[in-house]
C-alpha cells in the first residue's frame, strides 16, 4: 500500500513538473526577447531564477546533450544535419532542453543530430 501512495505521488509531481516546464520555456523566451537593462526583464529574470530553483530543489534535472552520443531514452531528434567536425549520430545542437525527475524522462530534450 506505502508503494502504490509513493508511486501516485511520483506521478503527480511529475505531472506537475511537466506543466511547469512549459513555464521555463516561456520565461526563457520573454528573456531572450527583453532588454537586459529593462526593470521588467529584470522581474523576468528573477521569477525564472526562483523557479528553475525551486524545481532543482525538488530533484528536478535539466540537460542539455549537445556533444553527447543520441539517445532515443533521453533525446527527441528533430532533424539531422551534415557536421564535419561531428561524428554521426551526435547532437550537435538542442532546440528545447529536457527535463527529468529522477530516472524519470518529464520531456526528452529536442535536438538535431549529425550525419
Known amino acids: 500500500m506505502s508503494q502504490e501512495v509513493q508511486a501516485a505521488g ?5 505531472a506537475l513538473v511537466g506543466e511547469l516546464v512549459h513555464v521555463v520555456d516561456n520565461l526563457e523566451r520573454a528573456l531572450e526577447a527583453a532588454e537586459t537593462d ?9 521569477t525564472y531564477r526562483d523557479l528553475c530553483m525551486a524545481l532543482d530543489n525538488h530533484g528536478v534535472e535539466v540537460f542539455d546533450p549537445v556533444g553527447e552520443k543520441f ?16 561524428e554521426p549520430g ?8 529536457g527535463y527529468r525527475l529522477g530516472d524519470q524522462l518529464i520531456r526528452p530534450a529536442r535536438v538535431i543530430v549529425s550525419e
Open 38 to 46: 529593462n526593470p521588467l526583464a529584470q522581474g523576468v529574470q528573477l
Open 71 to 86: 539517445d532515443p531514452t533521453w533525446h527527441e531528434a528533430l532533424t539531422t544535419k551534415p557536421a564535419e567536425d561531428s
Open 10 to 14: 511520483t506521478r503527480s509531481k511529475a
Open 90 to 97: 551526435t547532437v550537435i545542437e538542442t532546440m528545447q532542453k
